[in-house]
């Protein structure tokens, strides 16, 4: 991958890392994304090098000797180098990458002086282990941002703890851009010397530095500083130390983020979980109960609808189990949206939709480490506060289809009015048969077989009417067992919708967040 492509994905993970990441990743992120667009900018045809060693290890002789001049105040036994001296091999075009790294005592030498290091930018540092904190803090700062590391190493003190944990260990990912001098060999013996250096060899191998060069130099000596002037014009001639010290930052910062957002092989099987969220909501919002009265509601209005016109008024005693909930009420073709009846959730009810949630999210973030089971677990109820609101909202905006009656139903009224009528003809008829009776006018009915014809309408219609009613009845169970599977559908399809905007959504968010973010780590390395 390109090292464009990496810096693009460090730029990724410091703005998905907010908030994701501990406080003290990203800002070291951050800071190496800022530093090293800035570094890339800048100057590109001169590398920075610096010499960096512990008090009395001759760092400052061999700074003097490398640069040709008595720049550098040389000490025994105390720090003498107090503040960052730079010599810029070459013309005088390294002002702003000098200004950048804070360097104000700065030199320059031609390059005919020395046309091997034309383009080199060498820093003499404080002393690492400096009783003056501030020297401290300036080396730590420089060691972050210089293009290449020269370790200055004195064969007294050249396994000294310090240096090696807290400088060379943690800068292992920078193995490319380092090497590490013995200086003043001059006081050694050949055996000596070689025993040195087998020995530095062996301490930098623990450091995780195994194939780092190491030089024997002397300040002292002619030519004692050849081998690393060597290695500081390959480096220069080489142009790549700018390049691989931002490749190695990438690959160090790559490291620190790889156990915290480990790349996923595939997505969880959340879909069952999701089922039992959504079922658990469904039972929080009252679908069941509501299912449960449109079907009684729909027997109640189809009986009333096709009972025997007299006895219509003895269903209609009992209240309309919708209108109790505050629902099927419409206006026109739209469902009227009010607050319900319902009564609100219980609290196995709520602890059922929690429970739900909990393993929604225990499932989503299954073989993450910390912190993401708590982000996704955050995610999931980031919006819980607004769920019965808009259960509520959902469950009486749903459209129960209680707003129109079939038409068969106006079939059977229709039929129920005309045996009604039947009879009321049947008995009218008899009534008057009976007033001539008694006023002794004789007048003969009509008859049907043994029986006349008014007795027929009247006892006819009164049992026709109630054979009716009685075997009407099941059609209308049936018909209140499919609207109730119609409204079953329809709620569950906005609960199911409320679940998925409040829920769901926001667990989702953070689970393409992880992916995305994973994918910029995994894309940070090489």
Known sequence: MTLAARLAALT?????????????VLADVRALDERAGTRLRLSGEYTVVALAGATGSGKSSLFNALVGA???????????????????FGPSGASELLDWLQIGARQYRESSDA??????????????????????AEVDRLVRLVDAFVWVLDP???????????????????????????????????????????????????????????LATSAVTPDGAAPLRA??????????????????????????????????????????????????????????????????????????????PPLRWIPRLRPDPLRRLGLGQSDGQDVVQRRTSLPSASAASRAGVDSAVRSLADTASSGLPAPWPRKILEA??????????????????????????????????????????????GGL????????????????????????????????GLVLGVLLRVAIRP???????????????????????????????????ELSAYGELAAAVHALGR
């Open 12 to 24: 990724s993970v410091a703005e998905l890392g907010a908030g994701r990441l501990p406080d003290e």
């Open 231 to 308: 290695f500081l014009a390959s480096t220069v001639a080489d142009h790549r130390a700018r390049t691989a010290r931002v490749s190695a930052d990438l690959d160090s910062v790559a490291a620190r983020l790889t156990p915290l957002v480990p790349q996923r092989r595939s997505e969880p099987a959340l879909r069952d979980a999701e089922r039992r969220l959504q079922s658990a909501i469904a039972g929080a919002a009252g679908v069941p109960a509501v299912v449960a009265a449109v079907g009684r509601a729909y027997e109640r209005r189809g009986l009333a609808a096709v009972g025997w």
């Open 475 to 509: 059609f209308v169970a049936l018909g209140a067992a499919r609207r109730r599977r119609r409204a079953a559908s329809e709620l569950r399809q906005r609960v199911d919708a409320v679940a998925e905007e409040f829920v769901l959504a926001p667990l989702r968010a």
């Open 70 to 88: 008595p720049l550098a105040t040389v000490g025994i036994r105390r720090p003498t180098t107090s503040a960052t001296q730079a010599v810029v």
């Open 380 to 425: 999931a109820k980031s919006r819980s506060e607004a769920v019965p609101d808009a259960l509520d909202r959902a469950v009486g905006g749903t459209n129960l289809g209680m707003d129109r009656s079939p038409r068969w139903w106006r079939a059977v009224e229709v039929v129920q009015w005309l045996l009604l009528a039947t009879a009321v003809v």
């Open 156 to 214: 007294q003190k050249y396994a000294d703890a310090v240096l090696h944990d807290a400088y060379l260990r943690p800068l292992a990912a920078h193995r490319e851009v380092m090497v590490v001098t013995l200086n003043q060999s001059d006081r050694l013996s050949a055996d000596d010397l070689d025993a040195c250096l087998r020995d530095l060899h062996r301490l930098l191998a623990e450091d995780g530095l195994a194939g780092v060069p190491v």
């Open 115 to 136: 046309p091997e290091l034309s383009g080199l930018v060498l820093l003499d540092l404080p002393d690492h282990d400096s009783t003056e904190l501030s020297h401290r």
């Open 429 to 460: 008829w008899l009534a008057v048969l009976a007033v001539l009776a008694y006023l002794q006018i004789d007048l003969d009915a009509p008859s049907l077989g043994p029986f006349a014809v008014p007795t027929v309408l009247l006892v006819g």
